[in-house]
C-alpha cells in the first residue's frame, strides 16, 4: 500500500459518552480504573507508554518504555541514567506521557515533571528483575553506538561470568516518576467528536484547589 491509501484509512468510533459526573475526583483514581479495563480486555503490554522528552536545546524525542507503578505521587518507569532520554531528563525534566490504548478507543496523556527515584527504590526494583534483565542493563550502554551485535552478545557473556547469581545495582541505571500537572482522559466517538476531558493541576494535591476538570474541544 502507498501513501496514495491513506486518506482512507478511517476508523469510526462507537460507545458511550465520557461525562465528567463518571469520573473520579481526581486524575489517578480514573488512570486507576481506566488501566483496570485495559488489562481486563487483554490489551498487550497495557502498561507499554509513548514517553516524550525534550533537550536543554528543544530537540524533542518520543520512545516506547513500560509504567513499573503509579500512585498519587506519579508514574514510574526504570532506565538508563545515561541514555538519550535520561540525558534529556537531566537537562529539561519537563516529559509527557501517552497511554495508546486503541482497541478500547482510549488514550491517557500525562504532563509533568520527571523526578529521580531514591536509590533505594531502584535497587529494590532492580532486583526484583529476571537475571537475564539485571546483567542486560550492565551490558548495554543505552543509546550508544555499538560496534556489532556480536560486540553486544560477548558483552554481556562476560558481564554474566563474572556475575553468576547476583549482579549489583548499576551506578548508571534507575527509576524516575513523572509528578503530572495534567492529566487527560480521551475517549473516542463518532464523527470525530471524541471526549477529551483533562485534569490540571491548579493548587498543591490534598490541599485547596488541587485538580480542576475540564472539557477540551476534539
Not at 28 to 51: H, I, R, S
Request: aromatic content about 12%; overall charge neutral; charged content about 30%.
Amino acid at each position: 500500500m502507498d501513501s496514495a491509501h491513506l486518506p482512507g484509512l478511517r476508523h469510526s468510533y462507537e460507545g458511550e459518552p465520557l461525562l465528567e459526573s463518571d469520573l473520579a475526583d481526581d486524575p489517578v483514581a480514573q488512570f486507576t480504573l481506566w488501566f483496570a479495563d485495559a488489562v481486563a480486555a487483554g490489551l498487550p503490554e497495557p502498561n507499554a507508554m509513548v514517553l516524550a522528552t525534550s533537550s536543554a536545546g528543544g530537540r524533542p524525542s518520543a520512545r516506547t518504555v513500560l509504567l513499573k507503578g503509579f500512585d498519587e505521587r506519579g508514574f514510574v518507569f526504570f532506565t538508563n541514567y545515561e541514555s538519550r532520554k535520561g540525558r534529556d531528563l537531566g537537562e529539561n525534566p519537563l516529559a509527557c506521557l501517552l497511554f495508546p490504548w486503541h482497541p478500547i478507543r482510549r488514550q491517557v496523556r500525562v504532563e509533568g515533571h520527571a523526578v529521580r527515584l531514591p536509590r533505594e527504590d531502584s535497587a529494590a526494583y532492580f532486583q526484583s528483575r529476571p537475571y537475564g534483565s539485571r546483567i542486560g542493563a550492565w551490558a548495554s550502554r543505552q543509546s550508544a553506538v555499538v560496534e556489532s551485535r556480536e560486540a553486544l552478545d560477548a558483552r554481556y557473556r562476560e558481564l554474566a561470568r563474572r556475575w553468576p547469581e547476583d549482579p549489583p545495582v548499576p551506578d548508571f541505571w534507575g527509576g524516575f516518576r513523572v509528578v503530572p500537572s495534567e492529566v487527560e482522559f480521551w475517549q473516542g466517538q463518532t464523527d470525530r467528536l471524541h471526549d477529551r476531558i483533562r485534569y490540571r493541576l491548579t493548587g498543591r494535591v490534598g490541599a485547596r484547589g488541587g485538580w480542576k476538570r475540564e472539557r477540551l474541544a476534539p
